[in-house]
């Protein structure tokens, strides 16, 4: 019996499991002793990844639509010629920036790659990722306030901490192996922020359940309260930061009471806030999509930044401002897949690293694309608009994920090209795909993730592949040899040739990994970056910061601030009625498209969309427990739920779990303006008993 030990590929913590192999079966999986991440221990999609074998339906050949409607299954050559003539049609006709493509944070990391190389350096196409949907605010935030897009921690800093603070995060039921690490640490005082009180906030030693979207005004009043009572570390600001007196005039006006206002948090509950803060001698503050997913998300995460930089608490063991991240390889489609930064990260108009880049692939800088994507909103705008007319989606589903998911919809139907790539022939955004290609899932092919602590793994193959089957990667070789890239794919050819051309990229830079080989990471502890040439790893928890040096211009780290702003989409007298939206249960895949063979998940998931009311609102509104009821929402559309009462939502919010399409028919299109990540988490809507008055 063979032993491989892989990457999970679901979330962003890529705990490493042994796949046990014999006649080309998986036999069995167990979560890999002593890897650090997970150390023997993985949650329930880790361990059913066996599951994900075969998923593609009936053959293992692209399908093109007829024009009946009906789809013909031809071979892999005729779907490669197919879709690149018509992309070489479509952008000579009506411009290079007519084709676009959306990615995922799912792939491995020389597939963004080598998608980066064919769709933008060579195409000149737009291409962003759904990481756009969950980790755009914090790579703005990062790249503003620490000069790189770096988070700074390990995550053994969870166990370090003697504070740990979370701000709308729901590890318990997002990140079961990380909240693992937390309640690990029994010398914590735990403190959840969060509107919602969440499975996490139940846990909390202190639960702060602020209003909506008020995180950005309770961390300026923290801020100014800590100021006015001197508990800043003076040496840290002075020495490692700037902007700071700035900062502490701009925070003047937060005051006490504007933040009893705005959060809607007593006095007392803030002030004590204030004293746990200053009494942590480790005080590590996280956040996900509770922050990330707001109309000022950017700005919400730089007010976490400065108040944990003010504090000292960044660099040193138990501290930090630290993201956590949704998708198994965010952290890979960030730094390495040419969209909103060069390969291994970096400005489109920096010419010194145009110029490093060029020459680590053998082009000229001349030849690379001039400008970041356009964002993933302006894409589906674009289409809506007519003015982009090819679209290829790649292992993301976003016609149940985006926002406002209806405009996506619409937006498909105009296309002269749609291609869908998935290991899914079913997921709902092959409705109207002119082409589908069918790929492999993970456990079949080969490349490098990189978790939220910046810890690079491989994925292997645990399976062999059988006839037809093709990696993402080789679709999208196969693709850029019908457009006729020739030697413009050499160092592409490829995953492991990807590899190389990627560490040539980024050396020099924050996420260099010039000290790493293809093999060395096989059967490793991970290796978080920055690894550079010569550098021994003396541990298998590296954070970044220790020397207080950022990777600004100063190396200082840069207080970032602005006003707080008007929400946008506040509730009105007709949509009185806060949408809530997040994840449902720990077992369940966003979209459920990579969990309904899981029947362990599936035997447990309600099968229609539900959604949690507060017992009194239902009471009022004549709603039993399981009614069904119509959500209406300010972006006109509406949709029926099954109704749960509890008492863990306020009397006027509803909480939608995101694994039903329903959920994002009703989110609105609002978007913070530096990331472009949309705001998912509360819409104005009102509801209804089916049957009831409209
Ligand atoms: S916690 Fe995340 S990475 Fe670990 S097994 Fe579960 S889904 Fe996979």
Same mark, same amino acid.
């Given at each position: 019996?063979?032993?491989?030990?892989?990457?999970?590929?679901?979330?962003?913590?890529?705990?490493?499991?042994?796949?046990?192999?014999?006649?080309?079966?998986?036999?069995?999986?167990?979560?890999?002793?002593?890897?650090?991440?997970?150390?023997?221990?993985?949650?329930?999609?880790?361990?059913?990844?066996?599951?994900?074998?075969?998923?593609?339906?009936?053959?293992?050949?692209?399908?093109?639509?007829?024009?009946?409607?009906?789809?013909?299954?031809?071979?892999?050559?005729?779907?490669?010629?197919?879709?690149?003539?018509?992309?070489?049609?479509?952008?000579? !006709?009506?411009?290079?920036?007519?084709?676009?493509?959306?990615?995922?944070?799912?792939?491995?990391?020389?597939?963004?790659?080598?998608?980066?190389?064919?769709?933008?350096?060579?195409?000149?196409?737009?291409?962003?990722?759904?990481?756009?949907?969950?980790?755009?605010?914090?790579?703005?935030?990062?790249?503003?306030?620490?000069?790189?897009?770096?988070?700074?921690?390990?995550?053994?800093?969870?166990?370090?901490?003697?504070?740990?603070?979370?701000?709308?995060?729901?590890?318990?039921?997002?990140?079961?192996?990380?909240?693992?690490?937390?309640?690990?640490?029994?010398?914590?005082?735990?403190?959840?922020?969060?509107?919602?009180?969440?499975?996490?906030?139940?846990?909390?030693?202190?639960?702060?359940?602020?209003?909506?979207?008020?995180?950005?005004?309770?961390?300026?009043?923290?801020?100014?309260?800590?100021?006015?009572?001197?508990?800043?570390?003076?040496?840290?600001?002075?020495?490692?930061?700037?902007?700071?007196?700035?900062?502490?005039?701009?925070? +003047?006006?937060?005051?006490?009471?504007?933040?009893?206002?705005?959060?809607?948090?007593?006095?007392?509950?803030?002030?004590?806030?204030?004293?746990?803060?200053?009494?942590?001698?480790?005080?590590?503050?996280?956040?996900?999509?509770?922050?990330?997913?707001?109309?000022?998300?950017?700005?919400?995460?730089?007010?976490?930044?400065?108040?944990?930089?003010?504090?000292?608490?960044?660099?040193?063991?138990?501290?930090?401002?630290?993201?956590?991240?949704? *998708?198994?390889?965010?952290?890979?489609?960030?730094?390495?897949?040419?969209?909103?930064?060069?390969?291994?990260?970096?400005?489109?108009?920096?010419?010194?690293?145009?110029?490093?880049?060029? +020459?680590?692939?053998?082009?000229?800088?001349?030849?690379?694309?001039?400008?970041?994507?356009?964002?993933?909103?302006?894409?589906?705008?674009?289409?809506?608009?007519?003015?982009?007319?090819?679209?290829?989606?790649?292992?993301?589903?976003?016609?149940?994920?985006?926002?406002?998911?209806?405009?996506?919809?619409?937006?498909?139907?105009?296309?002269?090209?749609?291609?869908?790539?998935?290991?899914?022939?079913?997921?709902?955004?092959?409705?109207?795909?002119?082409?589908?290609?069918?790929?492999?899932?993970?456990? +079949?092919?080969?490349?490098?993730?990189?978790?939220?602590?910046?810890?690079?793994?491989?994925?292997?193959?645990?399976?062999?592949?059988?006839?037809?089957?093709?990696?993402?990667?080789?679709?999208?070789?196969?693709?850029? +040899?019908?457009?006729?890239?020739?030697?413009?794919?050499?160092?592409?050819?490829?995953?492991?040739?990807?590899?190389?051309?990627?560490?040539?990229?980024? !050396?020099?830079?924050?996420?260099?990994?010039?000290?790493?080989?293809?093999?060395?990471?096989?059967?490793?502890?991970?290796?978080?970056?920055?690894?550079?040439?010569?550098?021994?790893?003396?541990?298998?928890?590296?954070?970044?910061?220790?020397?207080?040096?950022?990777?600004?211009?100063?190396?200082?780290?840069?207080?970032?601030?602005?006003?707080?702003?008007?929400?946008?989409?506040?509730?009105?007298?007709?949509?009185?009625?806060?949408?809530?939206?997040?994840?449902?249960?720990?077992?369940?895949?966003?979209? *459920?498209?990579?969990?309904?063979?899981?029947?362990?998940?599936?035997?447990?998931?309600?099968?229609?969309?539900?959604?949690?009311?507060?017992?009194?609102?239902?009471?009022?509104?004549?709603?039993?427990?399981?009614?069904?009821?119509?959500?209406?929402?300010?972006?006109?559309?509406?949709?029926?739920?099954?109704?749960?009462?509890?008492?863990?939502?306020?009397?006027?919010?509803?909480?939608?779990?995101?694994?039903?399409?329903?959920?994002?028919?009703?989110?609105?299109?609002?978007?913070?303006?530096?990331? !472009?990540?949309?705001?998912? !988490?509360?819409?104005?809507?009102?509801?209804?008993?089916?049957?009831?008055?409209?």
């Amino acid at each position: 019996m063979k032993k491989v030990q892989s990457t999970c590929n679901y979330c962003a913590l890529d705990c490493n499991l042994d796949f046990y192999v014999e006649n080309d079966e998986i036999v069995k999986v167990v979560p890999t002793k002593g890897y650090p991440v997970n150390d023997g221990f993985s949650c329930i999609k880790g361990l059913s990844l066996d599951k994900q074998q075969s998923v593609v339906k009936g053959s293992n050949l692209p399908r093109i639509r007829q024009e009946d409607g009906s789809m013909k299954e031809v071979s892999w050559e005729e779907g490669f010629n197919h879709v690149a003539s018509k992309l070489k049609e479509i952008s000579e !006709k009506y411009g290079p920036e007519s084709v676009a493509g959306i990615s995922t944070g799912q792939l491995v990391m020389e597939e963004f790659a080598v998608l980066g190389h064919v769709m933008r350096n060579y195409l000149k196409a737009n291409v962003d990722g759904n990481t756009r949907l969950c980790m755009a605010s914090a790579v703005v935030a990062h790249k503003q306030s620490f000069g790189f897009d770096a988070p700074p921690f390990t995550m053994q800093d969870a166990e370090l901490s003697d504070t740990v603070v979370l701000i709308g995060a729901n590890p318990v039921v997002a990140q079961p192996i990380f909240w693992g690490r937390i309640r690990n640490n029994k010398n914590k005082k735990l403190i959840v922020i969060d509107p919602r009180k969440s499975e996490t906030a139940k846990n909390a030693d202190y639960y702060y359940g602020l209003n909506w979207k008020s995180d950005l005004a309770l961390f300026y009043t923290v801020a100014n309260i800590l100021i006015e009572k001197d508990y800043v570390n003076h040496e840290y600001v002075e020495k490692y930061t700037s902007g700071y007196e700035e900062f502490k005039e701009f925070v +003047k006006k937060y005051d006490l009471a504007y933040g009893v206002k705005a959060t809607g948090l007593t006095e007392e509950q803030i002030m004590e806030f204030v004293e746990l803060i200053h009494s942590g001698e480790r005080v590590s503050f996280w956040w996900t999509m509770g922050v990330n997913q707001g109309y000022e998300a950017v700005r919400t995460i730089q007010a976490i930044i400065n108040v944990a930089a003010m504090t000292g608490n960044i660099g040193r063991p138990g501290t930090g401002a630290n993201s956590i991240t949704g *998708q198994c390889n965010a952290m890979g489609s960030r730094a390495y897949s040419n969209t909103a930064g060069l390969f291994g990260g970096g400005d489109f108009d920096n010419q010194a690293r145009r110029e490093a880049v060029a +020459k680590a692939i053998g082009w000229e800088a001349d030849e690379l694309v001039t400008k970041p994507t356009i964002p993933y909103n302006a894409i589906v705008e674009g289409i809506n608009a007519g003015e982009i007319k090819a679209l290829w989606v790649l292992c993301t589903n976003p016609r149940h994920s985006w926002i406002n998911n209806e405009t996506f919809a619409e937006a498909t139907k105009k296309l002269e090209l749609f291609v869908v790539q998935d290991i899914y022939d079913d997921i709902e955004s092959t409705e109207d795909c002119t082409v589908f290609f069918p790929v492999v899932p993970g456990i +079949k092919k080969e490349g490098t993730y990189i978790n939220m602590e910046r810890r690079m793994s491989p994925m292997r193959p645990v399976l062999e592949r059988k006839e037809n089957e093709l990696s993402d990667y080789e679709v999208i070789v196969g693709v850029g +040899k019908a457009l006729g890239m020739g030697d413009k794919l050499k160092g592409f050819e490829t995953a492991k040739d990807c590899f190389y051309t990627m560490q040539r990229c980024a !050396k020099g830079m924050p996420c260099d990994f010039s000290g790493l080989t293809w093999e060395a990471l096989e059967n490793s502890k991970g290796v978080q970056w920055p690894f550079r040439e010569g550098d021994v790893l003396e541990s298998d928890q590296r954070r970044l910061f220790e020397d207080g040096k950022f990777y600004t211009a100063d190396q200082k780290l840069h207080f970032v601030f602005e006003d707080v702003r008007e929400n946008p989409l506040p509730t009105t007298e007709e949509f009185p009625v806060v949408f809530n939206t997040g994840r449902g249960t720990v077992g369940q895949w966003h979209t *459920q498209s990579r969990t309904r063979e899981i029947e362990a998940v599936c035997g447990v998931s309600a099968k229609e969309a539900y959604i949690l009311v507060n017992t009194e609102a239902a009471k009022e509104a004549g709603i039993n427990e399981n009614d069904k009821i119509r959500v209406y929402s300010i972006n006109g559309h509406n949709a029926e739920f099954i109704a749960r009462l509890t008492d863990d939502v306020r009397y006027n919010e509803l909480y939608a779990p995101i694994h039903y399409i329903e959920c994002n028919k009703l989110t609105a299109s609002l978007y913070d303006p530096y990331s !472009k990540e949309p705001s998912y !988490k509360a819409t104005p809507v009102r509801f209804e008993k089916v049957g009831g008055n409209k």
